[in-house]
Nanobody, 115 residues
Framework: QVQLVESGGGLVQAGGSLRLSCAAS????????MGWYRQAPGKQRELVAT???????NYADSVKGRFTISRGNAKNTVYLQMNILKPEDTAVYLC?????????WGQGTQVTVSS
């Protein structure tokens, strides 16, 4: 039993900012990595950013320099600070948690960036 609850999506103008949050609960004693994916209309789901328990961070090239991923001290939360948003960032953003041997998805939160 693992649940991921996301918040922070919404509508923002190009150049604006949003901060996404995700909290994991349930059987999460062996979380290894948390991160974010996104899926835009007509495109494949893509990895946005990941943050391992050891502190390793990875970003998609398209968001480097604009997005920042962070983890809470309890290691069951992950955040995505999104700055200088572009219309091409419009997508459903999904939280992802990797445990030892399994992975789970959040429900997704819509981010819409207007031009």
């Amino acid at each position: 039993q693992v649940q991921l609850v996301e918040s922070g999506g919404g509508l923002v103008q190009a150049g604006g900012s949003l901060r996404l949050s995700c909290a994991a609960s349930g059987y999460i004693f062996n979380i290894n990595t948390m991160g974010w994916y996104r899926q835009a209309p007509g495109k494949q789901r893509e990895l946005v950013a990941t943050f391992t328990n050891s502190g390793s961070i990875n970003y998609a090239d398209s968001v480097k320099g604009r997005f920042t991923i962070s983890r809470g001290n309890a290691k069951n939360t992950v955040y995505l600070q999104m700055n200088i948003l572009k219309p091409e960032d419009t997508a459903v953003y999904l939280c992802r948690v990797w445990l030892d041997g399994a992975a789970y998805w959040g429900q997704g939160t819509q981010v819409t960036v207007s031009s």
